[in-house]
């Protein structure tokens, strides 16, 4: 059999998956080919915390490149700006690399022009990428000179709504271990239809236990909310509602990346891309996707549009289901199919020192089993759950 080419772009969850995967299938008989923007994994989760220098950036990232030599996989550090889908390439500035196969398994292009005053460099903050989250930390010690009040929230079309809510909760923790409490009122702004939404249609218990944690720590929240503007001291909304505000981070939605947006053909009209449920293109049978990149439609009807979180967990099944039909495609076998829906919804939400533990059966629709597990285990699960996360995937096991 000839030597195929399997090209996998990018080196997060879904791309450090695909690719070990690919080798664990494939061994050394096929060329495998991993394209990114940076060397360096991190452990986006633990975003959370770095703001407040609770983890550095060596506690949470390594770089991917001494293990992929080891497993003769090929590591181009480059940025992708198209694909040629006729031909077969990858195209970088500088190169152009050939695939047989392909795994699209991007991060997203995270788009702050969709609300004006929205991003670093405006008038919120971030803590989507690592870069973000160090700008998020010297804004919070500028905070912490000069307090007052505070707006968290996820923007209209945002699916990662998770973070947000860690985020603010981690926040007020922060707040009651500098004594700012009283000088720093907490308000969460989300396009949610109600609390505990999560951008798949509420989980068991999730809004009744997200309201009575709200109401415990003495935060206010606003949903369906559309974010008409961020201005400097505060954020406005559609209705005309302003929210003062000193720190404000917002989650915004997000889009495919450029490089998809730039191919015709590839993605939708957000540069997702759509696939059947063993994650390859509906029309390029040699292309599949994973992660972000995939296009999934909305868990239900909102008034204010609210994306679909795919990161972690999910992004990790859908690498290890396109990855093993690529072995298919290779060596031959019976093709796996995984539909996003029934992917096991598998979340730790970390509050500072408590939390919540979210276990169900599947992602999307009626759920045979949901549990919502509160208490300080949760804040306990997380952190071990970071080691265990970390120490596996430094030493190349998915």
Known sequence: MARKRIVVVGTSFAGYTGALELHELLGSAHDITVIANTHDF????????????????????FDV?????????????????HFDL?????HTADAAIPYDYLLIATGPKVDFDSVPGLGPHKNSHSICNLSHAEDTRQAWQRFLENPGPIVVGAAQGAACFGAAYEFIFNLRYQ??????????????????????????????????????FFDMEGIEWRTDAMIKEVLPDGV?????????????????????????????????????????????HKVYPEVYAAGVAVHVPPADDT???????????????????????????INGGERKTMPFSLIHA?????TGNMGM?????????????????????????????EKYFLFTRRHGHV
């Open 42 to 61: 991190v452990f986006i989760p633990s975003l959370i915390w770095y703001p407040f220098g609770i983890r550095d950036r060596e506690d949470i990232s």
């Open 303 to 329: 008034k204010v549009p609210c994306g679909v979180p795919k990161t972690g967990y999910p992004s990790e099944v859908m690498a290890k289901t396109a990855a093993h039909n690529i072995a298919v495609d």
């Open 86 to 90: 006729e031909q077969r390439l990858v």
């Open 346 to 350: 598998y979340c730790i939400m970390d």
């Open 357 to 385: 533990l979210i276990l169900g059966d599947h992602m999307l629709g009626s759920r045979h089993l949901e549990f919502i597990i509160p208490g300080p285990q949760a804040h306990w699960a997380k952190l071990a759950f």
């Open 65 to 81: 490149r001494p293990i992929y030599a080891e497993r003769e996989i090929n590591f181009i550090e480059a940025a992708v700006t």
């Open 175 to 212: 707040l009651k271990r500098h004594h700012l409490l009283e000088q720093a009122p907490l308000t969460y702004v989300t396009a949610e239809p109600f609390l505990g939404h999560f951008g798949i249609g509420g989980f068991g218990s999730a809004k009744k236990m997200s309201e009575k």
């Open 236 to 280: 406005l909304l559609e209705g005309g509602e302003y929210l003062p505000s000193k720190f404000t981070m917002i989650i915004p939605r997000f889009l495919g990346i450029d490089a998809i947006r730039n191919t015709p053909g590839l993605g939708n009209a957000n540069g997702f891309i759509e696939t059947d449920d063993g994650y390859r």
